[in-house]
């Protein structure tokens, strides 16, 4: 088909169905994706500015550093002055207890101490008492003041001038009167008159801190929209470092604000929204068979989504570099179960969703991709298992040294570059050594066959394989033979060699229920002579019905059985049919009873078994082996299948047709060593 048509080719129903799965694709990832719209960069002081020039997109004050507040804060509160309240009532009760208690006098003493005593407690009462907690907690500061509410005056004094409920009870030795009768004043219990008077006022005092603390201003100066903050290279110095810290800080502010997340997400929305779309019209441009086929469909959605998801979580919650994540992997499983061009675009269409929200998003696209590159290239054809451990070590190598000249370009000293990200790239590396084990469980849940477990069941010592050779020696080795002309066949056109190489091993497993039955395994017994047409041709149809059951029964993938059932097509035994109907020239024929199940070739490689398989047995019955009878033989056979419409169903051209004849005529004529003939000398 010379153009593409979208609208003509695709329905209503397709167009919906495309639609929902951009949607639904986008809604997964952009729930889980984070929301920071503009810090996608990492802050370093003393080192070149890696990113793009940054100017400001808003106006935003620069903040002080959190050493400098702490500083101004720490001055500031020097001349905090906490709030006490005086309580004038508490030295008169304690004075009037003190006399009634010792009414009669004190032990000892004349009636002058009474008044010497009192008058020293009320002094101390009128410089203020507090709790001893209270007094120890400020006096580690022999400056600190304090302001004393008297009522409706409020006076500063130092913490010094006032007292604790300890050194209160000194301060009345003090006196050299009662000093020289410090034993027996000891025993009349004199700290029972000493209370605290002054009562800590937090109300006030927590007021009066705020607006201390409110008066340091935050902010040394202002960036305006449009202002360059820095360039490209430049070297993040002290200043340089504090404007974007400030930058940082208004942007987690502003994201705060529940407008500014609705914005980020329909920002996030229409830019996933963009990528999965042009994804999906890129499959419905150039694989468009990936949609009739919902296991392709279901892993090349379901691969982004995960590793999409899997970055966004590391990323939103700090847990390890986004680098530890083996990207590369996606496009590995793609390549073995699809093709390059679509492993590449799926590999594209992940890292650019989550290079949005990284913090070095260049850098990881560039490394990223590099590492994709390298394991689709290292897996062109995927023929061993040697080959995923090789492409590790490519991938990792490759990625190391994309970092490493990303690094060298950011720093001309190496023995600066931080080497900790290597750390991050190798565990990358050994986690790719995890993708042979999964490509088993990738197998398994969409339904996929890759090319090991292909050549895995082309090992001659598998079961069923063995019985063939041993039960039907004839099947066997035709099979071997077609199997050698088809794979020629396939890599002529580009279709899956191995593929149709296993298929070929295995589509006449069937034939080992009742080998005798089938002309490659007769040794001169032929049995179809002493059966009916009907009954040989049902016979030989059976091959085709009892294969699948064996396939069934030994677990072979769906793209092999499928090789059984399409290798004769809907095609007749025509031997046993032109039998009947010359026999019975004038009786109505159940062509069914003579016609092989189906169906019809839907691959290219199913189309290139019949091709080879046809040929293959045919060619065994030639009368002799030159160029010409084999040609005839070849173009004949392929001719008719296409006139009879086995080819209609699958995606296979006349111009691949043209080289599988070729293909088919040179191994021929090399099998069967088809010779020039030589002349006879004349007599």
């Not at 008492?129 to 008297?150: A, G, K, P, V, W």
């Not at 005092?205 to 449009?226: C, D, F, H």
């Not at 379901?302 to 700090?318: K, R």
Request: aromatic share 10%; glycine share 4%; hydrophobic share 40%.
């Amino acid at each position: 088909m010379s153009s593409f048509n979208v609208k003509n080719d695709l329905s209503w129903r397709d167009i919906l169905i495309r639609s929902a799965l951009i949607i639904g694709t986008a809604v997964i990832i952009v729930w889980l994706m984070p929301r920071s719209t503009y810090m996608n960069f990492k802050i370093e002081r003393g080192k070149p500015w890696a990113h793009t020039d940054l100017k400001a997109p808003f106006d935003f004050p620069i903040y002080k550093s959190d050493d400098a507040v702490k500083a101004e804060r720490d001055s500031l509160m020097q001349q905090y002055e906490p709030y006490y309240i005086y309580n004038s009532e508490v030295a008169g009760k304690q004075l009037r207890q003190f006399y009634k208690d010792y009414s009669n006098g004190i032990p000892g003493l004349t009636d002058d101490y009474l008044s010497i005593i009192a008058n020293r407690l009320r002094s101390l009462y009128a410089a203020g008492i507090m709790s001893s907690s209270e007094y120890t907690r400020l006096y580690q500061d022999t400056s600190r003041m304090i302001r004393i509410i008297n009522g409706k005056d409020a006076s500063s004094t130092s913490i010094k001038k006032v007292n604790s409920v300890v050194s209160a009870y000194e301060q009345i030795f003090q006196d050299e009167t009662l000093a020289k009768h410090r034993e027996v004043l000891q025993k009349c219990n004199l700290n029972d008159y000493i209370t605290p008077n002054l009562a800590y006022d937090k109300e006030r005092s927590e007021t009066s801190l705020n607006e201390l603390r409110n008066s340091i201003p935050l902010a040394s100066g202002l960036v305006q929209k449009g202002q360059k903050i820095i360039d490209r290279g430049e070297i993040v110095d002290n200043k340089t470092y504090n404007i974007l810290l400030s930058y940082k800080k208004e942007v987690e502010r502003l994201e705060e604000n529940e407008q500014g997340i609705s914005q980020t997400i329909l920002g996030q929305a229409l830019y996933v929204i963009i990528l999965i779309a042009c994804f999906t019209i890129y499959l419905t441009l150039f694989r468009k068979d990936y949609f009739d086929k919902p296991r392709s469909i279901a892993m090349l959605y379901s691969l982004i989504v995960l590793f999409v998801i899997t970055a966004a979580m590391m990323v939103d919650h700090s847990v390890l570099h986004v680098y530890i994540i083996p990207f590369a992997m996606a496009p590995i499983f793609i390549r073995v179960f699809m093709d390059s061009r679509t492993a590449f675009m799926t590999h594209i269409t992940t890292i650019l969703i989550c290079a949005c929200f990284l913090q070095y998003p260049m850098e990881f696209f560039a490394v990223e991709l590099v590492a994709g590159w390298v394991a689709i290239f290292s897996l062109r054809e995927l023929s061993s298992r040697s080959q995923l451990f090789w492409t590790a070590v490519l991938v990792t190598l490759a990625i190391g040294l994309t970092n490493l000249s990303l690094d060298w370009m950011r720093h001309s000293d190496l023995s600066k570059i931080d080497l900790s990200e290597y750390n991050y790239l190798v565990i990358n590396g050994i986690l790719l050594f995890c993708s042979y084990p999964l490509l088993y469980l990738i197998e398994k849940t969409f339904g996929f066959t890759s090319n090991i477990t292909l050549i895995e069941l082309s090992d001659m010592n598998k079961n069923l394989l063995r019985k063939m050779s041993e039960v039907a020696p004839g099947t066997f080795q035709h099979s071997i033979q077609v199997g050698n002309l088809a794979a020629e066949i396939a890599n002529k056109i580009g279709a899956k060699s191995q593929l149709v190489r296993t298929g070929a091993l295995y589509h006449d497993i069937g034939k080992i229920i009742n080998p005798i039955y089938f002309t490659e395994n007769q040794s001169g017994v032929n049995p179809h002579e002493k059966m009916g047409a009907i009954d040989s041709a049902q016979m030989i149809i059976s091959h085709v019905t009892e294969g699948v059951k064996l396939a069934e029964k030994y677990n072979l993938p769906n793209v092999i059985k499928d090789f059984i059932t399409t290798h004769h097509g809907q095609g007749k035994t025509k031997y046993f049919y032109v039998q009947y109907k010359n026999a019975h020239p004038n009786d109505e024929i159940d062509e069914l009873l003579f016609t092989y199940p189906g169906p019809n070739p839907f691959t290219k490689e199913q189309a290139i078994l019949m091709m080879a398989d046809t040929v293959e047995a045919a060619s065994r019955s030639l009368p002799d082996y030159t160029e010409k009878s084999i040609r005839e033989l070849v173009n004949k056979l392929i001719d008719t299948q296409v006139a009879e419409g086995y080819f209609k169903e699958c995606p296979i051209t006349f111009r691949d047709i043209a080289y599988a004849k070729t293909v088919l005529i040179e191994k021929l004529k090399t099998t069967y060593h088809t010779r020039l003939s030589y002349p006879e000398l004349k007599k």
